[in-house]
């Protein structure tokens, strides 16, 4: 009979290991999917569908699922892909759009004749506005996802750079653009009035 | 003798004698205006008071255009609790109030008020003078520093009040002044120990006072032997001696920086994140505790400040009593400079002062120093920028102890998280290490360039979380809605289905009550497909709804 002891030994094993197991899936159980909790945060939440899917959520989801690759954000650019990559554990891809500069929606005024649809259009509630009112857009808000430009129906709506604001400014890169551009202005004596 | 060490310590880089580990020594010669009196700025036609000019929250303008303003007369409210006020530096109209050039490197503009001096210099005398300060309350007396706008004159400019507070859980034991003035050129501080020892060292006590210390300490470098013998002097005068004493100090760059300086004065380092009140010190410059003085003493608030007006085109350099607001070409239209062709012009010390483009900009309560150079000066040390060779000499003048060469790589490389765990956020923007690398490579540039981006990255990040709890909200809101309108639908049928079907029974009815009447022998089935009928077209109606929603 000794030789069906290591069969009772690996038998009782196994059914500590299975009862632990089915205890731990059952109590420490996670609602929603962590990873793409993960990818979402690293998201800029412009909500602009750029990547083709109706949000960052649902793209964070995909990209979780691996269902699509992790270069479609165009406004993340390459830091945001390179994050993501890192997580997904993949090779990192070059963003095929080129990066643009930051930029919010700006409503002119005088031109909008009221009818609310960039206001049901805006995936963050930053339009302001009635029926046959004046609508505007609290910029401080906008993510500059270009989602109101379509729906106007008299293209009252622009893109503007967002300024460079003075409590935000950082220094540039040694010999960059934007550290030629800082020269440039200070040379042209900008902000005398 | 000294200067044989110095030069020996240079070549070496050795630093035996102070507390803080790294550090350069700069050839005195560089202080042109050491023991020159101070003497004050004619009055310009026009003074330009930008909204912000302390670290924290910009101040709010409570004047309007055509409004007279007296000396002294707060024109913009401080807004927030880091904040201090901006006062007038003389009396006159108020032009006008909008955007004007800054000292700043960015070259963005701020909000300024214009002032029109009428000559009078008329002060405001709201502010009552309080030489009994002792007999005065602790809480007062701090609200009195920080109405009169004190912000750090040593060029950090700090909110000077939010420093003075006795707080039980980290009491201060030592108040430290800083006389040190480490950077070349400037001699600021210096003459103002000379002329000004009474009042520092009673600024010292109004501190010291304010927040319980018992022990003071004059820290002065010992480039500035008359400054040492006339402070000493005026401590026994005074008959401080007992509480205040004179710290002399060897010279050496960057001493001046607080956490430096209160290394080489008490011998106790400030933990990295941690403030020096932590460890039971303040510091202060000698120049706020003069303003301190007279702001309590005097009920003055800050309209005017010692800058030194030096430089190697400058013929006669000087220190100057400027009131705030006065333009860099006016100041310096004052010393003979008057063409401003192959001029730099650096606003601060030349190891972390900016270069000025536009000679517009006011004078600020952070300009300790207006430097006019020869073109060539500056752009020998602007050569471009060579690989790093790996020779350390950066690492070994680090006064914070860091190794500059890996925490450049990485800013560069943008691995923020990287340069963050080399304590990127330790570099105190000294110079040093940019000073003594020899493939000019611009390190202070890219810590700075470093840090602006980590704080862009966290700035970015709020903007993000706030960006996904609205969009959140709104399609929960979204959801709500659509829930909302399917439940009136479901509702609004489940009516109709009730009408319909009271209207068939009724219809049944009735018809089951003619057939009676009429025959009653015929079969009822024929009502059947009628019923049927209206059935049907109740369930076309409701297809019919459905689509329209």
């Known amino acids: 009979m000794e030789f069906l002891y290591p069969v009772f030994i690996f038998a009782a094993l196994a059914l500590v290991i299975g009862v632990g197991l089915a205890l731990a899936s059952r109590y420490f159980h996670v609602e929603g999917d962590p990873l793409a909790d993960t990818i979402d945060a690293l998201l800029p939440q412009t909500q602009c569908g750029q990547c083709g899917y109706p949000g960052c959520r649902p793209y964070a989801n995909a990209v979780a699922a691996d269902e699509v690759s992790v270069n479609h954000c165009v406004p993340g650019g390459e830091r945001t892909m390179l994050q993501i990559a890192n997580i997904m554990g993949v090779e990192p891809k070059a963003i095929e759009e080129e990066e643009t500069v930051p930029v919010v929606a700006y409503i002119r005024e005088d031109e909008c004749i009221g009818c609310t649809l960039c206001i049901k259009a805006c995936p963050v509630d930053c339009i302001i506005g009635a029926p046959k009112q004046y609508h505007t857009i609290v910029t401080d808000h906008c993510t500059g996802c270009t989602l109101c430009l379509e729906p106007c129906p008299v293209d009252c709506i622009d893109m503007v750079e967002t300024p460079e604001l003075l409590e935000h400014w950082s220094w540039p890169v040694p010999g960059t653009k934007r550290a030629i551009k800082a020269e440039t202005r200070k040379a042209n004596h900008e902000g005398e009035s | ?549």
């Open chain 2, 1 to 549: 003798m000294f200067d044989i060490w110095h030069k020996i310590q240079q070549t070496l880089h050795i630093n035996t004698t102070s507390g803080f580990t790294g550090g350069l020594v700069h050839n005195n010669q560089y202080k042109l205006t050491g023991g020159y009196p101070i003497v004050a700025c004619p009055m310009p036609e026009l003074l330009m008071h930008p909204i912000k000019q302390h670290i924290g929250d910009p101040c709010e303008p409570i004047v309007v255009v055509g409004e007279r303003v007296l000396k002294g007369q707060v024109i913009a409210k401080a807004q927030g609790y880091l904040s201090v006020p901006i006062h007038a530096s003389t009396s006159g109209t108020v032009e006008k109030i909008g955007e004007h050039a800054i000292p700043h490197p960015s070259g963005l503009g701020m909000t300024s008020i214009f002032i029109k001096p009428d000559g009078l210099d008329e002060v405001d005398e709201s502010l009552h003078p309080l030489p009994n300060y002792r007999s005065v309350d602790v809480v007062e007396l701090r609200e009195r520093i920080r109405h009169a706008g004190l912000a750090g004159l040593g060029g950090a400019v700090f909110p000077t009040f939010i420093k003075l507070v006795h707080d039980q859980k980290h009491p201060i034991e030592t108040v430290v002044l800083n006389g040190i003035e480490c950077e070349p050129w400037l001699t600021c501080d210096h003459q103002l120990m000379l002329e000004k020892a009474h009042e520092i060292i009673s600024g010292l006590d109004i501190i010291m006072h304010l927040v319980e210390a018992n022990e003071g300490i004059i820290a002065i470098e010992d480039n500035k032997p008359d400054a040492i013998v006339v402070v000493r002097k005026t401590l026994v005068d005074m008959g401080f001696g007992e509480h205040i004493r004179v710290k002399v100090l060897p010279t050496i760059y960057p001493q001046g920086g607080e956490k430096q300086l209160i290394q080489s004065v008490t011998g106790k380092e400030v933990p990295a994140g941690s403030l020096p009140l932590h460890i039971g010190v303040l510091s202060t410059n000698v120049g706020t505790s003069k303003a301190i003085y007279d702001a309590v003493c005097l009920g003055e608030p800050l309209t005017e400040r010692v800058v030194t007006v030096s430089g190697d085109a400058v013929s006669n350099p000087t220190n100057m009593l400027v009131r705030l607001g006065t333009s860099v070409q006016f100041l310096l239209k004052q010393v003979g400079v008057e063409s401003f062709e192959d001029l730099k012009i650096i606003h601060g010390g030349p190891m972390m002062g900016e270069l000025l483009t536009d000679v517009g900009v006011p004078v600020v309560k952070a300009s300790n120093g207006i430097l006019a150079m020869h073109r060539p000066t500056i752009m020998r040390a602007h050569h471009d920028e060579e690989p790093c060779i790996r020779c350390g000499d950066c690492g070994e003048v680090c006064p914070a102890g860091l190794m500059p060469n890996l925490l450049a790589q990485h800013c560069k490389e943008d691995q923020f998280e990287r340069a963050q765990d080399y304590n990127l956020f330790d570099c105190i923007e000294c110079g040093a290490c940019s000073y003594v690398c020899p493939s000019h490579i611009p390190l202070v540039h890219y810590f700075r360039y470093g840090k602006g981006q980590v704080s862009q990255i966290q700035r970015e990040k709020t903007f993000a979380e706030e960006s996904r709890q609205r969009s959140e909200k709104r399609d929960a809101r979204l959801a709500q809605e659509l829930a909302e309108k399917e439940e009136k639908r479901r509702v609004a049928k489940e009516k109709k289905e009730a009408r319909a079907k009271a209207l068939a029974e009724k219809e049944a009815a009735s018809q089951a009550a003619e057939v009676a009447v009429d025959d009653a022998t015929q079969d009822v089935s024929v009502a059947k497909p009628s019923l049927d009928n209206k059935a049907d077209v109740n369930q076309q109606d409701d297809k019919k709804a459905e689509d329209k929603a």
